[in-house]
T-cell receptor
Framework: DAKTTQPTSMDCAEGRAANLPCNHSTISGNEYVYWYRQIHSQGPQYIIHGLKNNETNEMASLIITEDRKSSTLILPHATLRDTAVYYCIVRVALGSSNTGKLIFGQGTTLQVKP | DAGVTQSPTHLIKTRGQQVTLRCSPK?????VSWYQQALGQGPQFIFQ???????QRGNFPDRFSGHQFPNYSSELNVNALLLGDSALYLCASSLAQGVISVTQYFGPGTRLTVL
């Protein structure tokens, strides 16, 4: 599985958009980009995933560059409850024998401030 | 729709003891993965169970073992506990499509403290 690089920490003002970057320059063609977040001492929460097209759901938007070497998670209107550690994970997609594990890095600690 | 549940919430053991942690997957899911999260670190994959068999394993010693039951629930067993086994243990469930496992959903975790 390809490795990811994320900033250690970021701040965002409440009500503003939070843009969390992730670099995955060694991503392979059959690998998806997944985002999870973890609020203190809770289990990780699935946010969104994508292969090459931009994706949007009720929680966030995922923008993947055309070369797929980086992506950005966007929380359109951050609230104090969005304060968490955000993990960007690259994961082998369908059809591979290595489909079980998620490899977590250190993630980005997002602090939403009033 | 019931999410992933884990028990117990917290557990305190002493070195050398054995512990069993339990997980019930999200309704409709048939695959269970276990992760260990030390303080300040990201979760690390222990193993995954599907069709009552261990399908993939991370870099953990044989002291860590598991089981999956016909109802898809799972147990994680750790023998001969070490101080370093103190961590948050997370269970994640997913739905396998053939041999393919997709999005994993996590439970709240079990906080294990080894004294």
């Amino acid at each position: 599985d390809a490795k990811t690089t994320q900033p250690t920490s970021m701040d965002c003002a409440e009500g503003r958009a939070a843009n969390l970057p992730c670099n995955h320059s060694t991503i392979s063609g059959n690998e998806y980009v997944y985002w999870y977040r973890q609020i203190h001492s809770q289990g990780p929460q699935y946010i969104i995933h994508g292969l090459k097209n931009n994706e949007t759901n009720e929680m966030a938007s995922l923008i993947i560059t055309e070369d797929r070497k980086s992506s950005t998670l966007i929380l359109p209107h951050a609230t104090l409850r969005d304060t968490a550690v955000y993990y960007c994970i690259v994961r082998v997609a369908l059809g591979s024998s290595n489909t079980g594990k998620l490899i977590f890095g250190q993630g980005t600690t997002l602090q939403v401030k009033p | 729709d019931a999410g992933v549940t884990q028990s117990p919430t917290h557990l305190i053991k002493t070195r050398g003891q054995q512990v069993t942690l339990r997980c019930s997957p999200k309704s409709g899911h048939d695959t269970v993965s276990w992760y260990q999260q030390a303080l300040g670190q990201g979760p690390q994959f222990i193993f995954q169970y599907y069709e009552e068999e261990e399908r993939q394993r991370g870099n953990f010693p044989d002291r860590f073992s598991g089981h999956q039951f016909p109802n898809y629930s799972s147990e994680l067993n750790v023998n001969a506990l070490l101080l370093g086994d103190s961590a948050l243990y997370l269970c994640a469930s997913s739905l396998a499509q053939g041999v393919i496992s997709v999005t994993q959903y996590f439970g709240p975790g079990t906080r294990l403290t080894v004294l």
